[in-house]
């Protein structure tokens, strides 16, 4: 073994995740090697003093009941049998209870009103899911497109995790916000998830947008992020606009992803733009 | 084992499926640490650590029965926090290693013997400066290191479960070392404790 392969193998010697030949020779080449032999040492010393000075902490005993309690509440919304007998229960209730039936047909009044006039949700949050909606409509259009047998499109997260899930995808992209659009499509090798479309908001003006360009070839879109990615050798951002938006592209690790996009002319966004130049 | 059935009796947790008690549950302080580690700060690390259960649970199904429930764990909470906490976290300033690995080969020319160096940072560092020279390595160095060091995960773990080749994880690991050797040895220094001495 020489220097060089022993540096490579120095941490697995260490760790003795090695085979016993290579081990054997690592042992040989620290007992002529100083400079190895050195390196050998300090790596052991850094172990020694992760291993005996790294402070681990216990979960805070708050957290974990609310964990705990997540968990065991999530179970029971889930749970198709409990759910069914809750559901029996309510209808015989509100059969043979007068007090149950009223609040009942008051809570059903209220729901219609909520969706009628809907006070909580704010026009800036309309239009978002609005332009989420657009953005789903745009990539429906990749249907026709050539993507593996197995794809699916949907906004709805938990419906793209199962998929990840039921489809043994290695290391699965999680959605999580209610606005992701995902064009999900599993390879031969059960490897990928082809298009990636999230959108995360970020208090009121930043939404996240990670696209993987290669799961765009062969459609409409392509050409338009080739561009993109490509002046981004040049740049280190690309503004660019669409309808009411604006969107910042970036590169991250090779990966083009979207830094920032705003509806209107929001002041924190110039500004945004304003720390990048 | 008794402290921690006493701790989690407080929620009805019977109502959870038992597997998932026996094999996800005890790992909580683990993976509350690793959170911690990647997030680099209680809030976060106490959302990623909700939203790992969460996950786990409502794909308990999926888990191979048999393997390592620790690991598959590690890994929903890994890419949780990929997708979503990343961006949201300060990255710790980016590191040259290069100038590190400078400074280590001029600490290599000084001092002859590393048994001395064993001793001296050994001996007089602090608990906390260890977490702060932790702390202070990039992401993808002190993953490794947490899950080798701390968790006792085997290369063949770490390979799988970060989805690299494992001589990516002998070679993080190794300047992982070299990089926390040198933080520590300039903690030392400062401190007063002149490691140099010998040499001069």
């Known amino acids: ?223 338009l992020f080739q561009k993109i990615h490509n002046d981004l050798k040049q740049k280190s951002f690309v503004k660019v606009d669409h309808g009411n938006c604006s969107i910042i592209f970036r590169l991250e690790n090779g990966v083009l992803m979207t830094y920032a996009m705003s509806s209107h002319n929001h002041h924190a966004f110039e500004e945004l733009i304003a720390s990048l130049e | 084992m008794l402290e921690d059935s006493d701790r989690i009796t407080r929620p009805p947790i019977e109502n959870l499926d038992e597997e998932f008690r026996k094999e996800a549950l005890p790992h909580m302080d683990a993976l509350y640490n690793f959170a911690l580690q990647l997030t680099q700060d209680s809030d976060d690390a106490a959302d990623l650590l909700q939203e790992t259960y969460v996950k786990a649970y409502r794909f308990w199904d999926k888990f191979e029965k048999g393997t390592n429930c620790k690991a598959w764990l590690f890994r929903i909470m890994k890419n949780s926090f990929i997708n979503f906490y990343r961006k949201n976290t300060r990255s710790p300033e980016k590191l040259d290693y290069d100038e590190i690995e400078e400074i280590y080969e001029t600490i290599k020319s000084n001092e002859e013997n590393p048994h001395n160096l064993d001793r001296e940072i050994y001996d007089n560092i602090f608990d906390d400066e260890v977490m702060e020279a932790i702390k202070s390595l990039p992401e993808e160095f002190r993953t490794v290191l947490i899950m080798c060091d701390v968790e006792g995960m085997t290369y063949d773990e770490i390979a799988d479960f970060l989805d690299i080749p494992i001589g990516t994880v002998r070679s993080r690991i190794h300047r992982a070392r070299k990089v926390l050797a040198t933080k520590l040895y300039n903690y030392a220094k400062s401190r007063g404790y002149n490691v140099d001495e010998q040499s001069e």
């Open chain 1, 1 to 223: 073994m020489d220097c060089k392969e022993f540096q490579e193998y120095v941490s697995a010697f260490v760790d003795n995740q090695i085979d016993e030949q290579k081990k054997h020779n690592a042992q040989d080449h620290i007992g002529i090697c100083q400079s190895c032999f050195f390196d050998y040492k300090i790596e052991t010393l850094a172990k020694k003093i992760v291993s005996n000075k790294f402070q681990k902490v216990t979960c805070p005993e708050s957290l974990r009941i609310k964990i705990l309690e997540s968990l065991v509440y999530n179970k029971n919304s889930i749970s198709q049998k409990s759910f069914k007998d809750q559901l029996i229960e309510l209808i015989q209730n509100i059969l043979t209870k007068r007090k149950v039936r009223l609040s009942f047909a008051f809570g059903l009044i209220l729901i219609f009103a909520l969706l009628i006039f809907n006070p909580f949700k704010s026009s800036e949050e309309k239009y978002y899911q609005e332009f989420a909606a657009s953005v789903y409509e745009n990539c429906k259009n990749l249907r026709n497109h050539k993507f593996p047998a197995k794809t699916i499109f949907t906004t709805n997260p938990d419906q793209v995790a199962q998929f990840i899930f039921s489809n043994g995808i290695k290391n699965p992209v999680m959605p999580k916000t209610d606005w992701t659009v995902t064009v999900a499509g599993v390879e031969e090798n059960n490897s990928c998830v082809l298009a990636h479309l999230l959108f995360k908001c970020e208090e009121d003006t930043v939404y996240m947008m990670q696209c993987e360009i290669d799961a765009l070839r062969n459609t409409k879109y392509y050409d």
